[in-house]
């Protein structure tokens, strides 16, 4: 049957416009969401999230603190929202799933956690977005770096203060060395020790520390409190990407340049412009690499802001000591 009323024709003419224009809006508003966040939860819970399109499809990753960062399952981008299921631990007991959507142009979502029995726990965030990293690596030969500064006076904890308030504090000066004493010995993520941080925070710089792991034993350095450093023996079961001079998860080492266990080694870790440089005992291992986002057990995940110096004291007992860092100069 034709529709010859010219006034039903024009009104269909002016839904069927404004269905089309909502299309492109809520495209246009779905493209927003690909890109890097930081994001700020409620709980205080470090979080990150990477959104890009992968064979038309979106592909997301996001880590809540020392969880995997993905891909996570259960995809959905309808208009200016975004939905998945973040993969977890096999032997976990609930489920936790993620909504993200922008309002006004700004990020705003939740992380959604079931217990399994019917209770779930909403945490709100925000998020801020990341610019993209450089085109090209920077120019080491042209950074102007300052004169080194001393992070640890060899004396006391001045300038440092433990991290989490409500875990126990093993870290201490003895002998002019900084030492984290703890019972664990296992490799598990967290533990019911204290991490430990310099107060003031920082750009970019080159960090110059030394540190004495017992065989078998693990710890950490994080640059700006984002991106681990592996601290462990040359034999230790943690090798490759995990290993020995590696940024742990993300950057894999051209060799094993540790030493045996209880020996004094070195870091010469260089940060410009959010690629990395690796020296590990005097060997080159990791030459000015691209950093893609904060790696697991991270606490600041924006890189645009100032973080601090972060030595892991919740895994088992390590000692650093000679820590110094000269800042980049900037024009």
């Known amino acids: 049957m034709h529709n010859n009323n010219p006034i039903a024709v024009r009104s269909i003419l002016l839904i069927l416009l404004a269905a089309f224009a909502s299309s492109l809006h809520a495209d246009t508003r779905a493209d927003d969401l690909f890109g890097d966040w930081s994001l700020q939860l409620d709980s205080a819970t470090p979080a990150w999230m990477s959104v890009r399109q992968t064979d038309g499809q979106p592909e997301v990753r996001f880590r809540l603190y020392v969880g995997s960062d993905g891909p996570h399952p259960d995809v959905s981008l309808l208009q200016n929202t975004l939905r998945f299921t973040l993969k977890q631990n096999r032997n976990a007991a609930g489920r936790t799933s993620v909504e993200a959507n922008l309002v006004d142009g700004q990020l705003q979502g939740a992380v959604f956690t079931s217990d399994g029995n019917g209770t779930v726990i909403r945490d709100p965030f925000r998020g801020i977005r990341i610019p993209p990293l450089p085109d090209t690596p920077p120019d080491l030969s042209a ?8 992070l640890f006076n060899g004396h006391d904890l001045t300038g440092w203060r433990p991290h989490e308030s409500d875990k126990k504090n093993g870290w201490s000066v003895q002998d002019g060395v900084l030492t984290n004493t703890t019972p664990k010995t296992d490799f598990s993520a967290t533990g019911a020790y204290a991490n430990l941080r310099t107060i ?38 943690m090798q490759g990407i995990q290993g020995p001079g590696a940024i742990f998860g993300q950057i894999e080492p051209t060799e094993n340049a540790g030493l045996p266990g209880g020996q004094w080694q070195t870091y010469d870790l260089t940060l410009v412009d959010r690629h990395i440089t690796v020296v590990l005992n005097g060997t080159k291992v990791i030459d000015n690499q691209p950093l893609t986002g904060p790696t697991a057990g991270a606490v600041f995940t924006n890189p645009a802001a100032p973080g601090p110096i972060y030595l892991q004291g919740d895994h088992t007992s390590v000692r650093y000591r000679n820590i110094s860092l000269a800042p980049v100069h900037r024009d």
């Open 200 to 237: 003031e925070t920082f750009a970019d710089f080159r960090l110059h520390i030394e540190f004495l792991i017992e065989s078998d034993r693990n710890s950490g350095i994080y640059l700006r409190g984002m991106y681990e450093a592996q601290v462990v023996d040359r034999d230790s079961r």
């Open 143 to 150: 950074v102007r770096f300052g004169e080194p500064i001393a």
